[in-house]
């Protein structure tokens, strides 16, 4: 076969040298059309089944290189470079002035290599190690330059990130734009895949970019301005002739990388989320022996990325084809066929010249046409970098466009469709409303009491619970709160909470420091076993409301707890407090920690399930002799004693809101 393939590549034969050059010209074309066909496809390829789709107003938007794209970037710049005197400016300056000097180094490079080549074919020794001396003293600075410019990129890159990731971290956690990102609008499905991996890979990508288009620009400058003086100007402006032509094109078919770039954050979110779920669920679903279930749907998900990727992988294959060909190989014919243009023109300069020295100008000029060549091909395949970037900062500009919106209480929601002989249960009135619909119910805020009036229970997805709530209850006045499951006690107070907008009419009730929530499932935080009492608040909080160890030590005693502080090693003791402590002690910390705040109001849903009877009366009692007025969820019949009014759903779209009496319970169980 070796012979064979010598004969084609090396003999002088008509026949096998138009063999070779068409099949090259047909290997081209293939990989041409091929990449076109890509930018026919459907945004979603193979992928569009996915579980976890966004809202199709949203599917429409188009990842591309546009005037869009470009308002985009500048919105996101604005928060990353602050200003002129900005640290971020700072390092920007230093990967320029590295640039610069890396630039001058390279032609200085040349020329001394051409000097040395010189000096070994003319037999020169004094001259060789003149310059071989020069060479070597140089290395240093060379080497200096070099690590300034890798600091400098690795420095900007990390200080763009911080600067992004901390402006995002103050949206998100902005009140409660947390909770309604992931709760009230479906635009998102992954925000901590947004708010880590994404914004890394787009701070990286932006200085990529900046450092491979900026180089490549200084290269070509002063590469230009070499082949003027030596080689006329017909050299350079052929190969950047060249380039505009070659940028054109390769542009033109990397258009699907920005789109793919989307896709595949997008699926590795959904990827990572699935697993997340598995985690933060795995015990429900050990009791439920799901695990089959389950590592079906983290199979289809990552069916979802590997079929993604694939494509990736297939496109690349193809465009990298033609990435070469064209920035790469075509771009050294056209240096070469350039640079001959000099040496062919029989200038009188080259008549008078020995052949010697012809060929120490052809090496020098030869050297600086390649690395002109090189530089325009790296500025070309820069296009590639910034199809990704348009992929990143899609992504970036979902999640500032969601942000914005729900702190707007601007909410997109994907709808659930249901027929109307099928109702989804929470439908109890058989109403639902589109959610788009502006939002019209007012808070008040007031002390001491809480009103609603002609307020209508409304879930994110539109389903109407209750049409209209009209109710008041002032301070001491304790309610129980009844009715059966899906009736809208939780939407209820997830309004009262400002969890959710008000559709329509008005709320007043205290400031939200005065109302307190306690969950049947009580959020056990990362820190120290007095951390968990005073949470959210931190130690300093602690002590400018003059509240001490001591103090929280009392709270213990009032919740049965007394014990777990020298079991537990002390105020300063850090454990995973969720795995340590049992149900009963993780709500009977909560209770603590309701005692620490003292609100004005508290809603208690079910958050004494897990605690004796004894226990859990003298913690209400408690409540009561500190002057906490409680809305409470519960279905022991033991607790009606310390309640004044009930408020009962009945799951059909009615309440009724009362004096307790014996008459009502039989509400109880």
């Known amino acids: 076969m070796a012979p064979s393939w010598s004969k084609m590549l090396f003999e002088k034969n008509a026949g096998s040298k138009n063999l070779l050059v068409v099949s090259s010209v047909a290997i081209s074309l293939g990989a041409i059309i091929r990449a076109f066909t890509w930018n026919k496809r459907t945004p979603q390829g193979k992928i569009g089944y996915s579980s976890l789709k966004l809202p199709e107003e949203k599917q429409k938007n188009k990842v591309a290189l546009d005037s869009n794209f470009i308002k985009q970037l500048t919105r996101i710049i604005k928060i990353l470079i602050t200003g002129p005197f900005s640290k971020e400016t700072g390092y920007m300056l230093l990967i320029a002035l590295s640039l610069i000097s890396r630039s001058y180094c390279d032609v200085w490079m040349i020329s001394m290599t051409t000097l040395i080549e010189r000096t070994i074919i003319s037999k020169d020794k004094i001259g060789f190690k003149e310059n071989i001396g020069q ?67 787009f701070c990286d990508s932006i200085v990529e970019l900046y450092s491979n288009v900026t180089k490549p620009l200084l ?47 997008k699926l590795e979110g959904e990827f990572r ?29 990552f069916e979802r990325v590997v079929s993604n990727l694939q494509d990736i992988l297939n496109f690349k294959f193809s465009i990298g084809i033609v990435d070469d060909i064209i920035a790469k190989y075509l771009a050294t014919v056209v240096g070469f066929a350039s640079m001959a243009i000099s040496f062919f023109s029989n200038k009188e300069r080259h008549k008078q010249m020995q052949s010697f020295e012809i060929m120490e100008e052809y090496y020098a000029t030869g050297r600086i046409v390649l690395r002109m060549a090189e530089a325009l091909g790296r500025l070309s395949l820069a296009g590639r970098e910034l199809t990704k970037l348009s992929g990143y900062t899609s992504r970036v500009i979902l999640l500032m466009d969601v942000l914005d919106d729900v702190k707007q209480n601007r909410y997109v929601r994907t709808q659930v469709k249901s027929d109307n002989k099928d109702k989804n249960e929470d439908e109890v009135c058989g109403e639902k409303i589109k959610m788009d619909t502006a939002f019209e119910g007012l808070i008040f805020e007031q002390d001491h009491i ?155 849903d079910e958050c004494t399930s897990a605690v004796s009877v004894d226990v859990e009366g003298y913690m209400y009692a408690h409540c009561k002799e500190v002057g906490i007025t409680l809305f409470t969820v519960s279905h022991r019949k033991s607790l009606w004693k310390y309640h004044e009014y009930v408020l009962y759903m009945d799951g059909k779209g009615s309440y009724e809101y009362k004096p307790i009496d014996e008459s009502n319970t039989e509400f109880g169980s």
């Not at 909770?179 to 914004?199: F, G, H, W």
């Not at 989320?273 to 022996?289: G, H, K, P, W």
């Open 135 to 201: 060479f070597v003293t140089a290395m240093p600075l060379i080497a200096i330059v070099n690590q300034f410019l890798k600091y400098g990129i690795s420095a900007l890159k990390l200080n763009l990130r911080t600067r992004l990731t901390l402006k995002m971290q103050d949206h998100y956690l902005d009140g409660m734009t947390y909770y309604k990102v992931n709760n009230l609008d479906s635009r998102i499905s992954n925000p901590d895949q947004l708010l880590t991996q994404d914004l890394e890979r």
């Open 219 to 265: 290269d070509i400058f002063l590469y230009v301005k070499t082949l003027v003086a030596t080689a006329g100007y017909k050299t350079p402006l052929a190969m950047i002739g060249y380039l505009m032509i070659s940028g054109v094109i390769l542009t033109r078919l990397r258009r699907p990388v920005s789109r793919m770039t989307a896709e595949e954050q």
């Open 273 to 301: 989320y699935v697993n997340s779920r598995l985690i933060t669920n795995c015990e429900e679903i050990a009791f439920y022996q799901g695990q089959g279930r389950e590592k079906k749907t983290m199979r289809e998900s």
């Open 450 to 604: 809480i009103r609603f009036d002609k307020v209508p229970l409304v879930t994110p997805n539109g389903d109407v619970l209750i049409k209209e709530m009209s109710f008041e209850v002032v301070a001491g006045r304790n309610v129980l709160v009844c009715g059966p499951n899906g009736c809208g006690k939780s939407s209820l107070f997830r309004v009262l909470g400002e969890l959710w907008p008000a559709y329509k009419g008005s709320v007043t009730k205290p400031h939200a420091g005065k109302l307190f929530y306690v969950p049947q499932r009580p959020y056990m935080t990362i820190g120290t076993l007095r951390d968990q009492i005073i949470y959210p608040d931190s130690i300093g909080h602690m002590k400018v409301k003059g509240v001490k160890d001591n103090d929280l030590k009392v709270m213990l005693d009032k919740v049965h707890l007394g014990y777990i502080l020298e079991r537990e090693g002390g105020w300063d003791s850090v454990q995973d407090w969720i795995d340590v402590l049992s149900g009963g002690e993780k709500q009977r910390i909560a209770m603590a920690r309701l005692f620490y705040h003292a609100p004005q109001f508290a809603i208690l």
